[in-house]
């Protein structure tokens, strides 16, 4: 499940005043979850380095997807 809010955090940073605000900054996404956010913060905003922790229940899954869109 995607939370709405990491959709909104999303449409935020896409506004043309904010796609810079976390270019070459480090983030760290406390309850990734699927990882969206943080996958965003990498690939579509140009975060330096991002760390995404969750429980470890959900580690397998944000592992998943994070190898997926790493290309």
Same mark, same amino acid.
């Given at each position: 499940? &995607?939370?709405?809010?990491?959709? &909104? +955090?999303?449409?935020?940073?896409?506004?043309?005043?904010? &796609?810079?605000?976390?270019?070459?900054?480090?983030?760290?996404?406390?309850? *990734?979850?699927?990882?969206? #956010?943080?996958?965003?913060? *990498?690939?579509?905003?140009? #975060?330096? *380095?991002? +760390? +995404?922790?969750?429980?470890?229940?959900?580690?397998?899954?944000?592992?998943?997807?994070?190898?997926?869109? #790493? #290309?």
């Amino acid at each position: 499940m &995607v939370w709405d809010c990491a959709l &909104v +955090l999303i449409g935020y940073l896409s506004r043309p005043e904010n &796609v810079n605000l976390l270019r070459n900054k480090c983030v760290l996404d406390i309850g *990734s979850g699927t990882g969206i #956010a943080g996958i965003a913060a *990498s690939v579509l905003y140009g #975060a330096k *380095s991002v +760390l +995404l922790t969750d429980r470890a229940s959900q580690l397998d899954l944000l592992q998943r997807n994070i190898t997926r869109n #790493a #290309a």
